[in-house]
DNA sequence: ATGAAAGCGCTAACAA
DNA sequence: TTGTTAGCGCTTTCAT
């Protein structure tokens, strides 16, 4: 009823600042407003302080929802990764999302939890985000979420592992190398008879099965596998050296698929008072931080993982502004990292 | 210049597939098909069919944002954690992350690192994009980020601390209390002459204090503190204990401010053959899983960190989706795990 | 350097 | 049950 009502709005309008309220308050068309805030070199100074002054006044904060759905640029940068709780993709997540934030982006989470068919859902949601690029750990075989990835057209980097077909960009390594590399190693250093201790991913698998079929090559007796599935767990790795033991009693040297089952088999070696590495060799892969000062400090497969982070933020956020990627295939290698549990 | 040339749109236009191209090919209007994805019970079986399979042809993905801006609901809920590099915080953000993905929403995930500097500019993004609610590592003390996001009204939980003020929902723990319960366990198994390790964190701080004060206040002689700044490292750890003997050889009980510190701690000490927990006793904070079944297992104040993670996601869903939370104010306490090391 | 108009793709509100 | 209309809050395009 006051003489001033503004012109009735028939329908919605959430009550929180906009635009609109910025611009009236500073005197200036909303447009205004929004080059102040985004491209401030481009307005006057007097209007600039205008708006910076009326912004400060309703405690704007603008809606970056609708700007990217005007813009179509989200500074959404999404990332799925299998699990966070001590893997060995934390640094990598850590590094990306360092590079992010200072460029202005934010990440967008998912965890696929080792799950295929929880990756296919989270993949909907990811697109339907419209991020400006789209982090995957692994690569994306032939599937339907491929193809919707493909036809979204937004920018991916697949990451920690390699193929001769990425959807986009890729930065990994080569894990067949590695398991032959490692069964190598052991080799030189005299050891006979081989085991391997992994959890169930597909990954895993190629560097077990390189692995496996190295050792065989080269005319050592078959390795012993266990596969403890799901069960990523220190003591899980006790338990795995447990079973070897029992069912081959002369195994000198396990490979592991992560450090935390590596330390559980060193923990294992240790309650049983075997002798490590003279009686038992033990190598882990993924080369997290804290194996490095232990006693004994464990020998890994060291992958740069905060690297591919900073990398794949580079390329992602290259792409997103527009700029060409010159050389978005990259093999960042690994190295074995001799320590005293080998 | 086909006949068929549809109205020249004036502007932009994106490309993608939209409700538009979906509905004409369907033959219903928008709504419906928005209607026949969001809400499939209030719409027709024969029309359903018709939708999805023009949905299937086409390829069409929603766009979130748009719906996100026209409905004011995002399906987005950011959390804001320190650090997710062997941090306490990783199995929170798993958990949370598992339950808001069942309940069909996303994560955004900001790192801190610890900065107070940059925890401000966070907040910023975050608002920003309108999440229907916001997970906070720790509480919020006054400053003008707490004003902002009172003001933005969105729904907040703060976790991992005690506060009689809360901004909106809390989930914690007493640090204070945890530091008092720490020293007279010490106390209670006969130890005398206490040390502690830290880091440089606010919640520390609390704990520590506590943890000193209770000692003072027993009668003991005043507690050898090393403060290790941002280096939350197990080599850190091994270095600190080392000081810890060289200032105060008598010292019979160290507590740590972080599971990795108190590794580093353990480690220093078999590396120099002390006994423990007959000469030297280890107390971590937060109960990693590793540390149950390494040798010594480490004895640990235990946080239920998934719980946290948990409860956060039910309580902020439940808000974004209207519903009242009973008792947003949870204290889940903690445990002091005994185990080899004390 | 500034502004007016249009529209990004979706859904709430109202109507039939 | 389905459709029409308007508008979420912003920025692009074009004009001045």
Chains 1, 2 share one sequence.
């Not at 611009?23 to 007097?46: F, M, Q, Y």
């Not at 600039?48 to 700007?67: D, W």
């Not at 940068?77 to 999302?97: G, M, Q």
């Not at 490979?255 to 882990?284: N, Q």
């Amino acid at each position: 009823m006051q003489a001033n009502d503004p012109i009735k709005r028939s329908r919605r309008n959430s009550g929180a600042v906009t635009v609109r309220d910025v611009a009236k308050i500073a005197g200036v068309a909303p447009i205004t407003v929004s080059r102040a805030i985004n491209h401030p070199d481009t307005v006057s100074a007097e209007l600039l302080r205008r708006v910076q002054e009326a912004v400060s006044k309703t405690g704007y904060v603008p809606n970056l929802m609708a700007g990217s759905l005007s813009s179509s640029k989200s500074k959404l940068i999404a990332a799925v990764i299998p699990s966070t709780v001590f893997s060995v993709f934390t640094e990598t997540i850590e590094s990306l999302n360092n590079a992010l934030f200072d460029a202005g982006y934010q990440l967008m989470l998912g965890q696929s939890q080792y799950l295929a068919s929880r990756e296919e859902a989270l993949l909907g949601a990811v697109i339907g985000r419209r991020p400006d690029g789209i982090f995957l750990t692994g690569i994306m075989p032939a599937s339907n979420a491929r193809k919707r990835l493909l036809a979204s057209g937004i920018p991916v980097v697949e990451t920690w592992d390699l193929t001769p077909t990425p959807i986009d960009m890729l930065i990994g390594f080569s894990h067949h190398d590695i398991g032959r590399a490692v069964a190598d190693y052991f080799l030189d250093k005299g050891y006979k008879q081989f085991a391997a201790v992994r959890a169930s991913d597909e990954r895993a698998d190629r560097r077990m099965s390189a692995f496996v079929e190295r050792a065989k090559q080269q005319g050592l007796a078959p390795v012993h596998v266990v596969n403890v599935g799901s069960e990523r767990t220190l003591t899980r790795g006790r338990q795995a050296l447990a079973e070897i033991l029992e069912n081959a009693s002369d195994v000198d040297a396990v490979f592991c698929s992560s450090d935390l089952l590596a330390l559980g088999v060193l923990t294992e070696a240790r309650a049983r008072k075997i002798p490590v590495p003279d009686r038992l060799a033990v190598m882990g892969f993924g080369g997290v931080p804290i194996i490095e000062n232990m006693i004994p400090a464990l020998s890994t497969v060291q992958i740069n993982s905060s690297k591919i982070g900073a990398l794949a933020a580079e390329y992602l956020i290259a792409r997103a502004e527009g700029r060409v990627v010159e050389a978005p295939i990259v093999d960042v290698g690994f190295s074995i990292h001799e320590r005293d549990s080998t």
